[in-house]
C-alpha cells in the first residue's frame, strides 16, 4: 500500500509516525514544500522573549528521523494538483522546476494553514511581517534586533504573546485589535481586564476597538494608520488569524465556506481514501457536538 502525506508540519509528522508504527510495511512518501519538517510555531514568542534561545531548539523532528523510519521524505517539493479520480498527483521539486507525476493508494492532507493578510495600503512595505513559520520566526528575530517600535496587529493568542516577548526584550510595544479586548476569542471580560491592566503596568500600549487602515514609511514601514489613531513602527506583526491553506483542494472535496475540508470522526474527506487532519480541516468541538474550525495543535 502506498500512502502519500502532502505537508509535514505537526499533522504530517504525527500522521507519517503512526502510520509506520501501525503499518510498517506500507510506503509512504511525504511531499513537503519547506525545507524543515515540525517546526514549533508556539516557541516563536518564547525565542523572541530569549526565553528559549536558538529558533533550532524549535523542532521536534527531522527528515532524517522521518526517514529512518522508512518514509521517503521529498522536502522543497510542493504538490501542484490532485486527480483524485485516478488518484493521481502533480508534483514540482522546487529546488529543480522539475513537474513530475505521482500516485497513491491513500493520501492524508495536511496542508495546515496560513495567516490572513488583508489588503491595507502599504502592505507591501519592508518590516511587516508575519509569524507562522521557522522563516518568519527568522526573521522577526533578526529584524527586531535593530527595531524600536514593534506594533502587534490582532491581540489574539499569538499577539498577546509576541507583545510580552517584544516588551521584555526593552522595545516600545504597541498591540492594537479591533475589538474591545484583548483575547476576545477565548477569555470573558473579567479575565481579560486583569490581563490587560498587567500589560499596561508593564507599559504595552494597548489599542483596542481601532481598526488598522493604511501603513506609512518609504520603503520601510515608519507608521501604523488606524481609523482612530496612528502609531510609530518600525517592525509590524500581523497577527490576525488563520484561513485553511486549501487551495489545492477548491471545489473537488466538501469544505466549510472557509476552505476548511470537513471530514467525519475517522478523519475521512468526501472523497474515497482521501484523509485530512490538522489547521487544514475541522475538528470535532465537543462542548457543542458540533464540528468548527479551530486551527490549534
Ligand atoms: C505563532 C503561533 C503560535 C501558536 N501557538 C499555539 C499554541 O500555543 N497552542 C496550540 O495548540 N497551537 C498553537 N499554534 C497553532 C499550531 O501551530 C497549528 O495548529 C499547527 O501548526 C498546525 O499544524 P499543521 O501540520 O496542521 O499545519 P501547518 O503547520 O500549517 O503545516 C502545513 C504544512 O503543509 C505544507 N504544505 C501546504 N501545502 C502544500 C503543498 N501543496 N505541497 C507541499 N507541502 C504543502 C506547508 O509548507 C506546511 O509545512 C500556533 C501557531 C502559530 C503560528
Known amino acids: 500500500m502506498k500512502i502519500v502525506v502532502i505537508g509535514c508540519t505537526h499533522a504530517g509528522t ?14 509512504v512518501v511525504i511531499y513537503e514544500k519547506n525545507n524543515n519538517v515540525s517546526f514549533l510555531s508556539c516557541g516563536i514568542a518564547l525565542n523572541v522573549g530569549k526565553v528559549i534561545d536558538t529558533t533550532e531548539k524549535l523542532f521536534y523532528s527531522s527528515p532524517e528521523a522521518l526517514n529512518s523510519l522508512g518514509a521517503q521524505t521529498k522536502m522543497q517539493h510542493e504538490v501542484l ?8 498527483l502533480s508534483v514540482k521539486d522546487l529546488l529543480t522546476n522539475e513537474v513530475f507525476e505521482d500516485n497513491y493508494d491513500k493520501l492524508v492532507l495536511t496542508l495546515g494553514s496560513w495567516p490572513i493578510v488583508p489588503k491595507f495600503e502599504g502592505g507591501t512595505l519592508d518590516n511587516i511581517v508575519l509569524c507562522k513559520n521557522y522563516n518568519h520566526a527568522l526573521n522577526i528575530i533578526e529584524k527586531s534586533k535593530y527595531a524600536k517600535n514593534v506594533v502587534v496587529i490582532g491581540a489574539g493568542y499569538i499577539g498577546v504573546e509576541l507583545a510580552e516577548a517584544f516588551k521584555m526584550q526593552g522595545k516600545n510595544t504597541t498591540l492594537i485589535d479591533a475589538e474591545n479586548r484583548i483575547m476576545a476569542k477565548y477569555l470573558d471580560k473579567e479575565f481579560t481586564d486583569i490581563a490587560e491592566t498587567e500589560f499596561k503596568n508593564k507599559g504595552v500600549n494597548i489599542v483596542l476597538g481601532q481598526k488598522v487602515q493604511k501603513f506609512e514609511g518609504t520603503n520601510t514601514v515608519e507608521k501604523v494608520i488606524t481609523d482612530k489613531g496612528e502609531y510609530n513602527a518600525d517592525l509590524v506583526v500581523l497577527c490576525i488569524g488563520f484561513t485553511p491553506n486549501t487551495k489545492l483542494v477548491q471545489g473537488k472535496l466538501e469544505t466549510l465556506p472557509n476552505g476548511a475540508i470537513i471530514i467525519d470522526e475517522y478523519m475521512r474527506t468526501s472523497e474515497e481514501d482521501v484523509f485530512a487532519a490538522g489547521d487544514c480541516c475541522v475538528v470535532k468541538y465537543n462542548p457543542a457536538k458540533d464540528t468548527r474550525y479551530i486551527p490549534l495543535a
Open 81 to 88: 494538483n490532485i486527480d483524485f479520480k485516478n488518484k493521481k
Open 14 to 27: 504525527a500522521a507519517v509516525v503512526n502510520i509506520k508504527e501501525n503499518y510498517p510495511d506500507s510506503e
